[in-house]
């Protein structure tokens, strides 16, 4: 079993989470708000690029490499896709935006090693070797960590952030270089092939629109940029919590892999998760809401103050966003990925819709109620339609 490893999991994300948080608190006290809110909208291009590098490989290559399907053989693809579209980036950057100086390469450079590092990522979980991955992923934050730090002292470039990070995943991923070289990247001509890759990057550009495209939103519609800062910042809280179930979820995809493939029944111990997750958002929500705002303030100071105030409701939205990871998880390991991209599509018109209605008069506030409406509207879809299959 699986389950076994939670706590070596947990423990690394845990870690991962801690020094993730603290780097992006660091991050904002040494840019200001205005200049974490500028670093957070090059994130989020960088999330969209990042969709394109991975094509939706890394869940591939975890669900291939747990059923045993052609071991190794979705490894080799996801290299030969990761080689062409990184060419393509580097043309990009260097005949469409030659006036935007050294940003967009740091960029690029950081999506291209971060993808690289979660397809082994993913390769050791569809093996089982959850320790192992969370060694890896221990060795990855803290080699990244240590490298921003000690660039930021020197230079504090939104840029040099993005090529710091990359340069650092580089180093990490240098120790694996027998795996790397023992899967030589191949380029399938095989429609079949490429129609669950389809539906990952559907799923991936469906779900980074509503959980990235507030940022855009804020910043194309004048929002300032000190609230765009503040904004992010809850935001990254919210992340890191969700980022606590990542663990659970992905051995929960596992297991229910392996237990689709058998044959068996899986109503009773998805129940049982969804309940959980659901009592676990209630409380961390009620906890936000009454010590929030001291937490906030005595953290960052002052200038995040409106930090503080929006970050309760955003919390709010876990009562729909940790239920959902194990849905998808559900979806993705029982291979309904067409009707997940369905329903992840559907939340991502909503969002933009709220959002665009909402932002010009109520700000992050009105982004914060978004969310929540999207966040519940994904959870619907993916009942009903675990309902109509189970």
């Not at 790397?180 to 559907?202: D, K, M, T």
């Not at 933009?352 to 010009?360: G, K, R, T, V, Y």
Request: some cysteine; glycine content about 10%.
């Amino acid at each position: 079993m699986s389950w076994r490893h939670l706590p070596a999991q947990w423990l690394a994300t845990i870690y991962v989470a801690s020094v993730s948080m603290l780097l992006f608190f660091w991050i904002g006290r040494v840019l200001g708000p205005a200049g974490f809110g500028q670093y957070n909208v090059a994130l989020t291009w960088a999330a969209f690029l990042g969709l394109l590098l991975d094509a939706g490989y890394k869940t591939l290559i975890f669900r291939h490499e747990t059923g045993g399907l052609a071991a190794g053989e979705m490894v080799r693809r996801a290299f030969g896709h990761l080689g062409i579209m990184l060419f393509i980036g580097l043309a990009a950057c260097f005949f469409l935006w030659p006036a935007a100086g050294w940003l967009p390469l740091g960029v690029l450079a950081y999506v291209a090693a971060n993808t690289l590092a979660n397809f082994y990522s993913a390769y050791l979980k569809g093996h089982g070797r959850f320790q192992d991955e969370a060694k890896w992923q221990v060795g990855c934050r803290s080699v990244s960590a240590l490298i921003i730090v000690a660039l930021l002292i020197m230079v504090p470039s939104i840029g040099g952030i993005f090529f710091a990070w990359a340069i650092a995943l580089l180093v990490w991923l240098s120790r694996k270089g027998t795996w790397l070289s023992g899967h030589p990247p191949v380029v399938s001509h095989e429609w079949a092939q490429y129609r669950p890759v389809l539906a990952f990057l559907i799923i991936d550009v469906s779900t980074t629109i509503y959980f990235r495209i507030d940022v855009i939103l804020l910043d194309r519609l004048d929002v300032a940029a000190a609230e765009i800062g503040q904004y992010s910042l809850a935001y990254k809280v919210l992340e890191g919590i969700a980022l606590l179930m990542t663990p659970v979820a992905q051995i929960f995809f596992r297991e229910m892999r392996l237990s689709w493939l058998s044959g068996q029944r899986l109503t009773n111990q998805v129940v049982l998760f969804l309940g959980a997750s659901a009592l676990l958002a209630g409380l961390l929500t009620l906890v936000t809401f009454l010590f929030g705002e001291g937490v906030v303030v005595s953290l960052l100071g002052e200038s995040y103050r409106g930090m503080g105030q929006v970050l309760p409701w955003l919390m709010l939205s876990l009562c729909f966003v940790l239920p959902n990871a194990f849905l998808t998880q559900l979806a993705l390991a029982t291979e309904r990925e067409w009707f997940y991209a369905g329903a992840a599509m559907l939340a991502a018109g909503v969002n933009i819709a709220l959002n665009m209605m909402l932002i010009p008069g109520h700000g992050i506030f009105g982004a914060t109620w978004a969310t929540i409406v999207t966040e519940g509207v994904l959870m619907l879809a993916l009942l009903l339609v675990m309902k109509k299959r189970r």
